[in-house]
């Protein structure tokens, strides 16, 4: 499908998809989350990091047809590839892994319900919950929720207005985190 709506093969969709994959992990490594909002600097505050920017992502392809849910499930199977990696570099054996991706991934797909409600909402003191429940448990009052739920609803909506076309075309991107707050 790739080839005849774009006029390229296998070979190029699979640039296509590692170019957008890419650009959502480049985004969920500003700085900005771990420095200032103070997002731990750990594999599960990167994976919440990188999770948030997937299910910014998947909110935009959501409910698009074809080509784009080809595209998002190629990508999701990335992330979840990508998060296989790291939890073996962690030392985790062969019996233990799927044990975890289950895990992770029941903790993604539960975090999507809760951002994608709180983003088709509007709601930043739902979303900045949610990423407070998620992203740092253990504290009761986090700074660092209520700008990255800004953050996040600004992405939403810069991605709702980009054309598919061009994020078919890995021609994705995400605000500067630091102009965010």
């Known amino acids: 499908m790739f080839q005849k709506l774009f006029g390229f093969g296998q070979r190029s969709r699979r640039v296509v998809i590692d170019a957008l994959y890419e650009r959502i992990v480049a985004a969920s490594r500003q700085p900005v989350f771990y420095a200032r909002w103070q997002v731990p600097d750990t594999p599960l505050g990167r994976f919440e990091m990188i999770a948030l920017h997937m299910i910014l992502f998947l ?96 992405a939403a909506k810069g991605l709702a207005a980009h054309p598919l076309e061009r994020l078919l075309a890995a021609d994705v991107s995400f605000p500067d985190a630091g102009a965010e707050g």
């Open 59 to 154: 909110h935009r392809i959501r409910g698009e047809e074809g080509t784009a849910r080809d595209v998002a499930q190629e990508v999701t199977d990335v992330f979840f590839r990508d998060v296989e990696h790291a939890i073996r570099e962690l030392g985790i054996g062969d019996l233990g892994v799927p044990k975890r991706i289950k895990k992770l991934a029941r903790m993604f797909y539960g975090r999507a319900a809760a951002y994608g409600e709180a983003i088709d909402a509007g709601d930043a003191a739902a979303l900045a919950e949610a990423l407070r429940r998620n992203v740092r448990p253990q504290v009761e009052e986090w700074d660092g929720a209520a700008p990255i739920a800004a953050y996040a609803l600004a």
